[in-house]
């Protein structure tokens, strides 16, 4: 089976981080990458997340549009 990706948008939020150490400390069942969303990927938060192979840091800001 394929590597799934969890995506989770201000990683470094208490909330999200506390979700991506979670997945990291008790990982499901199959096989997953975490990618992240993150406003500053140099960030003290960001760079601790980063330490683990599973979780890759885009630093990017989400806009969500309506129309």
Request: aromatic letters at 2%.
């Amino acid at each position: 089976m394929a590597t799934r990706k969890i995506l989770v948008s201000s990683a470094t939020g208490k909330q999200e981080s506390a979700v991506i150490k979670s997945l990291l400390a008790n990982p499901p069942s199959f096989d997953f990458d975490v990618l992240t969303l993150t406003l500053k990927a140099a960030s003290s938060v960001a760079k601790s997340l980063a330490t683990n192979s599973k979780v890759s840091l885009i630093e990017a800001i989400l806009v969500i549009v309506r129309t």
